[in-house]
């Protein structure tokens, strides 16, 4: 598990920077992907990035009801509407669109070392 | 006898609202130093709480009690009830309508992550509304 700046995951991702450009350089651990918000209720892996699917404010609400999340990054190209980022930025949550669908920005976190920090194996259900 | 004790309406269909009673809840529970497990886990119940109200119901209301060792969440509505409870806690089991699915809910988590996330949990439903109790233990 290694620690990777929002900045390293800007440029991992291709991402744009839709909100928080000042918080770059903090770093995170963990991530989790999702477009059923019930799922990542439902987690209870540490996670401070969430990547989705799902452009509504209900993913500002689940990262707010969930406390640990940091970073909201939408994937396939995506781009939340007005309210997503107004209730987002009173949340003090960083917001990025990558053009990667949800596998694939997963799958580049991972292997650049962003994984998960959870006592299942893999964030496995057992 | 609660130490603190506020109640909130929830009102049917209403999405654009779905998660203030949450949001409420979190900075009350910031204000009182609580452990952030205990504020987590209280938001997820108090949350669920709030779409089941939101999705299933023609509206309800929250009650939150805040007590020196627990938080109690009373989650009240009037509506149709749950048909088959034992069947409402399995996980993955949903009657929600599809157009709640797009919104990332209705994926038959609710319950079961009230229930998960709770140290005592007791539903009663009839055909005129539901009544689910949630405490936290500190």
């Known amino acids: 598990m290694l ?3 929002l900045r390293e995951i800007k440029e991992i991702l291709e991402a744009q920077v839709l909100l928080g450009e000042e918080k770059l ?3 995170v651990f963990t991530a989790c992907g999702a477009d059923l918000m019930s799922d990542v209720l439902a987690s209870r892996d540490e996670k401070a990035v969430l990547l989705t699917g799902l452009t509504n404010v209900q993913v500002v609400r689940t990262a707010e ?3 640990d999340i940091k970073c909201i990054i939408f994937v396939r190209g995506k781009s939340p509407g007005d309210d997503v980022l107004e209730q987002a930025k009173k949340a003090g949550l960083v917001v990025m669109k990558t053009k990667y669908p949800l596998y694939i920005a997963c799958g580049l976190l991972y292997s650049n070392g962003l994984t998960c920090r959870s006592g299942e194996k893999n964030g496995a259900l057992q | 006898m609660a130490l603190y004790s506020k109640e909130f309406e929830v009102k049917a269909r209403d999405f654009d609202s779905a998660g203030e009673v949450s949001s409420n ?4 529970l910031k204000q009182l130093s609580l452990a952030p497990d205990i504020v987590r886990r209280s938001c997820i119940v108090c949350y ?3 779409m089941n109200i939101i999705i299933h119901s023609y509206g309800g209301t929250i009650k939150i009690e805040i007590f020196e060792d627990r938080i109690r969440i009373i989650a009240e509505d009037t509506g149709p009830g749950i048909e088959d409870i034992e069947l409402a806690m399995k996980e993955g089991y949903s009657t929600a309508p599809e157009e709640i699915r797009e919104m990332g809910f209705g994926a038959g ?10 140290d005592f949990m007791d539903i009663k439903s009839s055909k005129d509304g539901t009544v ?3 405490e936290i233990l500190f």
């Open chain 2, 25 to 28: 809840l979190r900075a009350i």
């Open chain 2, 109 to 118: 988590m609710g319950l079961p992550n009230i229930k998960a996330n709770s």
């Open chain 1, 3 to 5: 620690a990777v700046k």
């Open chain 1, 65 to 67: 009801v969930v406390g």
């Open chain 2, 48 to 50: 669920e709480a709030e």
């Open chain 1, 25 to 27: 350089e903090e770093e």
């Open chain 2, 132 to 134: 689910v109790v949630a």
